[in-house]
Each structure stands twice: as C-alpha cells, then as structure tokens.
T-cell receptor
C-alpha cells in the first residue's frame, strides 16, 4: 500500500516551453502533497506544500508564477514549470501524506532537462 | 527554525558488518517526528524507520534501529548485518507535530553509504 506515481519519469523540452508533471497517490487519499527539487548529490529542497482544494503554500525563494501547482483531487497534484529555462533542469520529486498521519510516501521522481 | 545536520557525507562498510550514521537536529518544539529515508541509485525515496519524539523507546525495523537521544537532539541510525542492497544515500528528516495540515519534512544533507563485498 501507499504507492505514489509520477508521470513522466523523464522529460526533455526546449527553453521557453511549459512542462506538466503529475503526481498520483494510487491506493490512498492524500490530503496533502509536497513537491521537492533535488540537484545531483544534494538533499531534497521543498518547493511547496499542496492541500487538496486550496492554494499551494510555496517556500521562500520559490517563484509561484513559474512553478504552478494544482491539487484538484485527493489523488492528483500537478506541477507545471512555465517558460522553462536550462537552470530549471533538475530532478523533481513529489510526496503524499495520508490524512491524520505523519509519514510521507514519495513518488519515483521526474528528471527534467531543458535544452 | 528547525535544522537537521548529517556530518558524514560518505561512509563505507563491509558486507555483514554494522555501521552507524549520525544525525543531529535543532528545534525548540517538543512534539515532533524523526525519520530516516533511503535513496538508492534508482532515486526512489524509501522510508527506513520513524521515531515519535514522545516515545522513549528506540524504534527498530529488522536490521535497522535508531539511537534517539532527545536531550542531546541526536538521532543516529544503526544498520546491522549490512547488505549490498543497503548501498544508498541516507537522509535524516524532521517533522513538527505531524498530525496537522502541512507537516513538512526538513532533510539533512545526506550520507552516502557504500556497502563493499
């Protein structure tokens, strides 16, 4: 149980285009989902916290207009990187938390490469 | 603000031996949770073990156990009978009062563990 999927696993796009990444909780309802960014050999950096049906809460320094997060249902959250640039190339990971629990379950990540 | 520190960027251990990864944290909160996550080369984050701060008993999960010293704000992970599949990046993480909306994780820098045959 507690499986989280992400799609796509890898994406390559041209500079200036937008990319959408989906995060799904497959066998549970996630009231809260989180989006992280990870550079090689580094730790996970929290970008935003997404609660179902409400606006995402962004961490300091994360541009909310660039990284659009939608959490329209209890099983799906999306991250859209708008007008992507090479510096946005990174590994993006989502996680989901069951209501009234403490543990986050992570998706397998999405590698974004912006040319 | 809460911080998590892992002072060992890299460690190695021989197969079947025991290794301890260290983690310290700083917080003024009294109700919190601590976790160890493993990230193998596949980069899938896997929960290894969790500890509730109000519990004095150290958590154990098969070959994995923790030494939780609340006063010292220390949360080390011991891996017994190390296996090649334990090779991974290990992250220590902290969460304030998890059973509320939000409950974000704060991660340490990670320790890269290599298990050698």
């Amino acid at each position: 149980g507690a499986v989280v999927s992400q799609h796509p696993s890898r994406v390559i796009c041209k500079s200036g285009t937008s990319v959408k990444i989906e995060c799904r909780s497959l066998d549970f309802q996630a009231t809260t989902m989180f989006w992280y960014r990870q550079f090689p050999k580094q730790s996970l950096m929290l970008m935003a916290t997404s609660n179902e049906g409400s606006k995402a809460t962004y961490e300091q320094g994360v541009e909310k207009d660039k990284f659009l997060i939608n959490h329209a249902s209890l099983t799906l959250s999306t991250l859209t990187v708008t007008s992507a640039h090479p510096e946005d190339s990174s590994f993006y990971i989502c996680s989901a938390k069951l209501a009234n629990t403490d543990t986050q379950y992570f998706g397998p990540g999405t590698r974004l490469t912006v040319l | 603000a809460q911080t998590v520190t892992q002072s060992q960027p890299e460690m190695s251990v021989q197969e079947a031996e025991t290794v301890t990864l260290s983690c310290t944290y700083d917080t003024s909160e009294n109700n919190y949770y601590l976790f160890w996550y493993k990230q193998p080369p596949s980069r899938q984050m896997i929960l290894v073990i969790r500890q509730e701060a109000y519990k004095q008993q150290n958590a154990t999960e098969n070959r994995f156990s923790v030494n939780f010293q609340k006063a010292a704000k220390s949360f080390s992970l011991k891996i017994s009978d190390s296996q090649l599949g334990d090779t991974a990046m290990y992250f220590c993480a902290f969460m304030i009062g998890g059973r509320v909306p939000g409950g974000k994780l704060i991660f340490g820098q990670g320790t890269e563990l290599s298990v050698k045959p």
